[in-house]
C-alpha cells in the first residue's frame, strides 16, 4: 500500500507569484490571459569577456534550476512527511519513506525503527509505503492475512482518514507558511499603474507591428490623440481598439526611451472572425511595490487574505483546465515546467520563489484531493464506502481502479513531459549556449 505524491499538473494563471506578469496576445481572436515566461539569450560572439560572462550566467542558471528543483521537491517531501507523521502519532508502522522515483541512491534505517528511508534518483515525485496485510505462511506457503493492530488496514476508518488526508493537510500548511514568510520578510506586491500600455514582443520581422516600425519595449501613450488610460484592463482596452479596427491606419504615439514617436500603425485585416491582427504581446505599464505590514495582527491577516485568494485562483485554473481543456492545455505544465518557472523566478527574488512555493503547493494539495483513483481523494472514496457499508471495498477490486488510474497518470504525465521539453526548445538553448 503506498501513498503517492503523483499530481504535478500546474496552471500557470493560478499561482500567486508576485514578480510575474500577464502578457496578452494580440495575435489570437482574445487575450489568453496566461502568464508567459521569457528566457534570456546568450550572446553569440564568444570574446573572453563573454566567456567569462557565460561561465558566470551558467552557473546562475544552473542555481536557479537547482531552486525551482529545490521548491518542487520540498512541496513532494511535506506532502509524503505528512502521510508518514500522521501514522507514526497513531503507532501505525511504515515501511518506505521515499523522496523520489527510480533506483535507490541512498537508504537509511534509523536503531529501533522499522522505517527505510530512501533517496531514489528522480527527484520529482514520492511515497510513503505500508506493510501488507497479508503475508506467506513460512510453514504452509500460503497467503494469510496479519491481524497486526499497527498495520494501517487494521486501524478503523477514522485513524485511516487522518493517515490519508494529512498529506494535504500538510501542503495547505506549507502553502500558508510560505505566504507567511514573504508576508513577514518582503511585504505584499502591489502593482502602481501608470498611463499607457508596454509592447513587450513583436512577433516577428513579417509582423504587421515590425513593418509599423514598434519595437520591443515601447510605450503606447495614445491612440488618435485619445490618452492610454493605466489600470490592469489597459492593454486589453488596447488590444480591443485595436481588433475592431478594421484594418484602418491607427496614429499611435509611442514613448522609446527617452524620446516620443508617432507612428502611423496599420493593422492586417482580417481574421476569419472579422478581426484585425498587428502581431505584438502587451502589458499594462507599472511598477511593483512591496508594501510592508506593521505588526502581527495585520501580518496574520494579510497573510490569510493571500491565502484565500490564492486557493480561489488555483481551484479556478483547475476548473477552467477541466472544464475546457482544449483552450487551456498550454497553461499545463509538468514537472519540468514547473521547474523552469521556479528557476525563472529565482533569478528575481526570494519573495517570488516563496509566493511560488506556496503555489504549488496549493496545486498540490487541491490535485491530490480529487475524487480519482490513485489519488488521496480517490482514497477517502473508499474509505467513505467502507464507512457507509460496514465493510470494505475489495482489496482485489480497488487495486485494479488504482493500477488503471495510474497508467493514465504516468500516460499523461509523459504526455506533459514532452510538451515541457518542447516549449523550452532545449535544443536550440543547447546551441546557443555551446554552440
Known amino acids: 500500500l503506498k501513498m503517492d505524491g503523483l499530481a504535478f499538473v500546474g496552471s500557470a494563471s493560478s499561482a500567486w507569484t508576485g514578480g510575474l506578469r500577464s502578457r496578452r496576445s494580440l ?11 521569457s528566457g534570456r539569450p546568450v550572446a553569440p560572439v564568444r570574446r573572453r569577456e563573454d566567456v567569462k560572462c557565460s561561465v558566470a550566467g551558467t552557473m546562475i542558471n544552473a542555481g536557479s534550476s537547482l531552486a525551482g528543483l529545490a521548491v518542487l521537491a520540498l512541496t513532494i517531501l511535506v506532502h509524503e512527511a505528512g502521510h508518514y507523521l500522521a501514522a507514526r502519532s497513531r503507532g501505525i508502522e511504515v515501511d518506505n519513506f521515499s523522496v523520489g522515483f527510480g533506483p535507490a541512491l541512498w537508504s537509511f534505517t534509523p536503531k529501533g525503527s522499522e522505517t527505510k528511508f530512501t533517496l531514489r534518483a ?4 514520492g511515497f510513503v509505503s505500508f506493510p501488507p496485510k497479508t503475508r506467506e505462511d513460512p510453514e504452509t506457503g500460503e497467503m494469510v492475512e496479519s491481524d497486526n493492530p499497527n498495520l494501517l488496514q487494521n486501524r478503523p476508518v477514522s485513524d485511516r482518514v487522518l493517515v490519508v488526508s494529512a498529506g494535504v493537510i500538510a501542503n495547505i500548511v506549507l502553502a500558508w507558511t510560505s505566504l507567511f514568510v514573504s508576508v513577514s520578510a518582503f511585504g505584499v506586491p502591489t502593482l502602481e ?3 499607457g500600455v508596454v509592447v513587450t514582443q513583436v512577433l516577428g520581422p513579417e509582423s504587421y507591428g515590425a513593418k509599423s516600425g514598434i519595437l520591443p519595449g515601447d510605450v503606447i501613450l495614445s491612440m488618435d490623440g485619445k490618452a492610454v488610460q493605466g489600470g490592469p484592463g489597459s492593454a486589453g482596452d488596447v488590444a ?12 499611435m504615439e509611442m514613448q522609446r526611451g527617452q524620446e516620443v514617436v508617432n507612428l502611423d500603425v496599420k493593422p492586417k485585416c482580417c481574421s476569419p472572425n472579422g ?3 498587428l502581431g505584438v504581446q502587451l502589458q499594462p505599464r507599472a511598477d511593483m511595490l512591496r508594501l510592508k505590514t506593521t505588526d502581527l495582527d495585520n501580518t496574520l491577516r494579510t497573510t490569510t487574505g493571500e491565502f484565500m485568494r490564492l486557493t480561489n485562483r488555483t481551484t479556478t485554473g483547475l476548473k477552467d483546465i477541466l472544464t475546457n481543456f482544449g483552450d487551456n492545455a498550454k497553461n499545463v505544465s509538468g514537472p519540468i515546467g514547473v521547474v523552469s518557472m521556479g528557476a ?8 517570488s520563489l516563496l509566493a511560488f512555493c506556496a503555489a504549488i503547493s496549493m496545486n498540490l494539495a487541491i490535485i491530490n484531493s480529487l475524487p480519482l483513483p490513485a489519488l488521496d481523494g480517490g482514497q477517502m472514496v473508499f474509505l467513505l464506502a467502507e ?5 470494505p471495498v475489495s482489496t482485489r477490486w480497488q487495486e485494479a481502479v488504482n493500477r488503471t488510474a495510474l497508467l493514465m497518470f504516468l500516460t499523461f504525465s509523459g504526455f506533459l513531459l514532452l510538451g515541457d521539453i518542447a516549449k523550452l526548445n532545449l535544443m536550440k538553448s543547447l546551441q546557443q549556449l555551446f554552440g
Not at 387 to 391: F, I, M, N, T, W
Open 193 to 195: 499603474y501608470r498611463s
Open 122 to 125: 528522480i527527484p520529482l515525485g
Open 387 to 391: 464507512a457507509v457499508r460496514g465493510s
Open 275 to 277: 478581426e484585425s491582427l
Open 27 to 37: 495575435v489570437s481572436a482574445r487575450p489568453n490571459g496566461s502568464f508567459v515566461l
Open 344 to 351: 525563472d523566478l529565482a533569478r528575481n527574488d526570494q519573495a
Open 240 to 251: 480591443s481598439t485595436i481588433r475592431t479596427s478594421e484594418g484602418r491606419t491607427i496614429v
